[in-house]
């Protein structure tokens, strides 16, 4: 479904970005090559134009409203606006920034400590970061829980199937971790990926959008092995519970298994 919507307050319209009413002509593949090669060269600048925008605001004394930001917010809509128009903005060199803000956590770029609100934010997260990393825990051996293993123990053949998809799960799982760059398991259970692959992270012209793909990919494989936990008892998600105690010997099987052979990543 698509929306619209009217707009008559004046000084909410946009002035004009030359582009027309007028019907277009007859389109030729030589216009086509022609706006492909127009995109490549100037239109992607999207995200450029977005960092600096980013980080003028951070800069400058007022903010969002300073002129290199407002200037900034135009052509970061006529960029949105490229596909349709075919109108490229310029983006000048002296409107990009030697320098960035630290929360914007470029460690291949010069940095500056951030005074805003987001910045100050950044800090306090940043400290209990690290002093959650300080804690020094003392390492211990990983063992089963065994108030999870209050029922009937599995059988050798139950924990024989759990050894099988758990080496299959730990397979897929590397898999993932090793192309994002991605050192323990917990991070992507967590959603906390600050280890991510910056050779990746250049790829994409959103950082977020590189997250959301890996988690995307992770959740993926969580429900891959939670319908193959039902297809092994031959239930649904569901019905699990008319065979409750062949259901919790299976899943103690799973929970032995992971914790008795943990891998290097977890």
């Known amino acids: 479904r698509r929306e619209f919507f009217k707009q008559w307050y004046q000084r909410r319209v946009r002035a004009s970005t030359g582009a027309t009413n007028e019907p277009p002509p007859v389109i030729t593949e030589a216009d086509i090559n022609k706006f492909v090669f ?51 903005p310029e983006f000048s060199f002296r409107e990009r920034s030697l320098v960035y803000p630290d929360w914007m956590r470029k460690p291949d770029k010069a940095a500056y400590r951030s005074k805003t609100a987001i910045g100050k934010m950044f800090h306090v997260v940043q400290g209990l970061e690290h002093s959650v990393l300080d804690l020094n825990l003392p390492e211990g051996d990983i063992r089963p829980d065994s108030s999870f293993l209050a029922g009937e123990p599995p059988t050798e053949e139950e924990l024989e199937s759990a050894r099988l998809l758990y080496t299959e799960y730990c397979t897929e799982l590397a898999n993932i971790m ?32 590189m997250r959301e793909q890996c ?30 105690d062949k259901a919790l010997r299976q899943a103690a099987a799973w929970y032995l298994v992971t914790y008795q052979d943990p891998q290097p990543h977890q």
């Open 215 to 244: 988690l995307s990919m992770f959740r993926c494989l969580q429900r891959k092995y939670r319908r193959e936990f039902f297809k092994q008892l031959g239930l649904s998600a569901e019905s699990w519970r008319h065979e409750e």
């Open 178 to 209: 090793i192309a994002y760059g991605i050192q323990d398991e917990g991070d992507l259970a967590a959603g906390c990926l600050n280890t991510i692959k910056m050779s990746l992270a250049k790829e994409h012209e959103r950082n977020y959008d």
């Open 38 to 88: 127009d995109y490549i060269t100037k239109g992607s600048k999207l995200g450029q134009i977005s960092n600096a925008h980013a980080i003028w605001a951070d800069r400058k004394d007022d903010g969002v409203l300073s002129g290199s930001c407002i200037t900034l917010a135009k052509k970061h809509s006529d960029a949105v606006d490229f596909i349709k128009t075919g109108i490229a």
